[in-house]
């Protein structure tokens, strides 16, 4: 069989190397097991171009190629306008606005961001599931990582999971915040079994905050905010917890007449790309409520 060349639906890998096995070789650069079997049983797994044993000692210049199968999409499709900040073979990356549900649930079946990404991908004739990567409350607006294929999402989620991405968020917070930066290392936990609320609590899960002053207004604050772990509503519950909840919050402080939704805002991430390795950084702009809110502040 002729070598294939890389595209949506292949994945290459250079040998440079030899030694290893092909299970060895696509652990060596974090194919998870179920992946990896996943693609073996289906016969997806090839060494220059051929379907050969797992066991197989590689080669200094042998090509592994990964098949990556078109999929169907059972997300109904709805036209919706999509703020895309980045595109390639294994990514589409967004800049989520408030108030957009993200899955399908049942009291939201349509108007979801995943029906609007179901037609994008129809008119681009994308034969893919939609894998987010991250997720944002349907109040918090920013950066939302769509991936193509389930190596594409593996290879995201392993970032994320050994926190080697850097995540920033903008929040608006109520009150004068004194120190001008600071950490949060807190655990965080439900408040009782099945409430949505979370609290700081010694049985919760370590959550790290850290927070950077960028204005300070006549009662509220602009804080620059990175999280080191991802615990659901972690940053709400950080802020609440020392005093300064976000502003609009309406589950962890009051309503507000300036804004309908808690002035929270992912507008910065860095990562690598699944193929490449490539250290890419990305950026959504600040949407119009939070823009308007602090030129009222100020």
Same mark, same amino acid.
């Given at each position: 069989?002729?070598?294939?060349?890389?595209?949506?639906?292949?994945?290459?890998?250079? *040998?440079?190397?030899?030694?290893?096995?092909?299970?060895?070789?696509?652990?060596?650069?974090?194919?998870?097991?179920?992946?990896?079997?996943?693609?073996?049983?289906?016969?997806?797994?090839?060494?220059?171009?051929?379907?050969?044993?797992?066991?197989?000692?590689?080669?200094?210049?042998?090509?592994?190629?990964?098949?990556?199968?078109?999929?169907?999409?059972?997300? @109904? @499709?709805? @036209?919706?306008?999509?703020?895309?900040?980045?595109?390639?073979?294994?990514?589409?990356?967004?800049?989520?606005?408030?108030?957009?549900?993200?899955?399908?649930?049942?009291?939201?079946?349509?108007?979801?961001?995943?029906?609007?990404?179901?037609?994008?991908?129809?008119?681009?004739?994308?034969?893919?599931?939609?894998?987010?990567?991250?997720?944002?409350?349907?109040?918090?607006?920013?950066?939302?990582?769509?991936?193509?294929?389930?190596?594409?999402?593996?290879?995201?989620?392993?970032? /994320?999971?050994?926190?080697? *991405?850097?995540?920033?968020?903008?929040? *608006?917070?109520?009150?004068? *915040?004194?120190?001008?930066?600071?950490?949060?290392?807190?655990? %965080?936990?439900?408040?009782?079994?099945?409430?949505?609320?979370?609290?700081?609590?010694?049985?919760?899960?370590?959550?790290?905050?850290?927070? $950077?002053?960028?204005?300070?207004? $006549?009662?509220?604050?602009?804080?620059?905010?990175?999280?080191?772990?991802?615990?659901?509503?972690?940053?709400?519950?950080?802020?609440?917890?020392?005093?300064?909840?976000?502003?609009?919050?309406?589950?962890?402080?009051?309503?507000?007449?300036? %804004?309908?939704?808690?002035?929270?805002?992912?507008?910065?991430?860095?990562?690598?790309?699944?193929?490449?390795?490539?250290?890419?950084? /990305?950026?959504?702009?600040?949407?119009?409520?939070?823009?308007?809110?602090?030129?009222?502040?100020?």
């Amino acid at each position: 069989m002729d070598l294939l060349k890389e595209s949506e639906n292949i994945v290459l890998f250079n *040998v440079g190397h030899g030694g290893k096995t092909l299970e060895e070789f696509l652990y060596s650069h974090q194919i998870s097991g179920r992946l990896f079997r996943r693609l073996y049983r289906e016969k997806n797994l090839l060494i220059n171009g051929d379907f050969k044993g797992k066991k197989t000692i590689l080669e200094p210049g042998d090509i592994v190629s990964m098949i990556i199968e078109e999929e169907e999409n059972n997300t @109904p @499709p709805e @036209p919706m306008p999509l703020d895309i900040i980045y595109e390639d073979m294994d990514l589409l990356v967004l800049n989520k606005k408030p108030f957009v549900v993200v899955h399908p649930t049942k009291s939201h079946q349509q108007n979801t961001l995943s029906n609007g990404i179901a037609n994008y991908f129809k008119d681009k004739d994308i034969k893919r599931k939609i894998r987010f990567v991250n997720r944002l409350d349907m109040n918090t607006s920013g950066i939302l990582i769509v991936a193509k294929s389930s190596f594409a999402h593996q290879q995201m989620a392993l970032q /994320f999971e050994n926190n080697q *991405v850097e995540k920033r968020y903008i929040a *608006v917070v109520s009150g004068l *915040v004194e120190k001008d930066e600071d950490i949060i290392d807190l655990p %965080i936990g439900k408040e009782e079994e099945k409430s949505t609320k979370k609290v700081v609590t010694k049985r919760g899960k370590k959550a790290i905050t850290k927070y $950077r002053v960028v204005e300070r207004y $006549r009662a509220a604050t602009l804080l620059d905010i990175q999280i080191y772990t991802g615990r659901s509503h972690q940053i709400r519950v950080h802020l609440n917890h020392i005093g300064h909840p976000i502003i609009g919050d309406t589950l962890y402080h009051e309503p507000s007449k300036y %804004i309908e939704r808690q002035a929270l805002h992912s507008y910065y991430l860095k990562l690598k790309l699944p193929r490449s390795k490539e250290l890419v950084k /990305f950026r959504a702009e600040l949407p119009q409520d939070m823009k308007r809110l602090t030129e009222y502040l100020g």
